[in-house]
């Protein structure tokens, strides 16, 4: 069963629209969600993340919303860039493991 | 900040042929991983390693893949013998912790082309 999962699967927006994009998941006693944003050729790195005691986290244009009772997060882009275009993989964690979703992969047309 | 670094960043095999990719994980870093990924989409996790043993893997972590850490040296992933499903990028990761509150370093990848 898939642990993490992510819709759309692929997005495309214009320059200065908010991108939404959506995460799901299975296992309530995940406590941390990270969001990791990939370039091609490079590999994913933190972009920003939220635990579950928190309802939203906000850094620059990016804001993670979180409702743990239906066990669902956003990770909204506002005033999107075309150097926005990347994968967006959400993550889910306990103490002890780590999951990643399918990605998301956002285009952002000037 | 911190890096993962994967050598090399591109290999060509024949299939049937053995494979070994090589990650230098963070320096203090405790855990490791290998992801596959094809077609820069679907991060599929392979398996996690701590204290010299595999902690969890997936399906994907076929009877043909082992990985190992000797002290002092560079994480890696063989692949014993290699099929053409095998081709794709390989991310290794490293963290501090197994999880909760820890961030995930990723390396950039090496492009495995099975032939």
């Known amino acids: 069963q898939q642990q993490v999962r992510q819709s759309p699967q692929s997005l495309t927006v214009w320059e200065g629209e908010t991108a939404i994009l959506n995460c799901s998941y299975e296992?309530?006693?995940?406590?941390?969600f990270p969001w990791y944003q990939q370039f091609p050729g490079e590999g994913p790195a933190l972009l920003i993340s939220i635990s579950s005691v928190s309802d939203k986290k906000e850094d620059g244009r990016f804001t993670i919303f979180f409702n743990k009772r239906e066990k669902k997060l956003s990770l909204h882009i506002t005033d999107s860039q075309p150097g926005d275009s990347a994968t967006y993989f959400c993550a889910a964690s306990d103490n002890n493991r780590i999951f990643f979703g399918d990605g998301t992969q956002l285009v952002v047309k000037p | 900040g911190p890096k993962v670094l994967q050598i090399p960043s591109h290999q060509i095999i024949d299939m049937g042929q053995m494979v070994t990719l090589n990650c230098d994980p963070v320096s203090n870093h405790l855990y490791f991983y290998w992801y596959k990924q094809i077609l820069g989409q679907q991060m599929e996790f392979l398996v996690n390693f701590y204290n010299g043993k595999v902690m969890e893997k997936s399906k994907l972590f076929k009877d043909q893949f082992s990985v190992e850490r000797p002290d002092g040296s560079y994480f890696t992933l063989k692949i014993q013998p290699t099929a053409l499903e095998d081709s794709a990028v390989y991310f290794c990761?490293?963290?501090?912790?197994?999880?909760?509150?820890?961030?995930?370093?990723f390396g950039k990848g090496t492009r495995l082309t099975v032939v």
């Open positions: 296992d309530s006693t995940f406590n941390y």
């Open positions: 990761a490293s963290s501090l912790e197994p999880g909760g509150n820890t961030e995930v370093f």
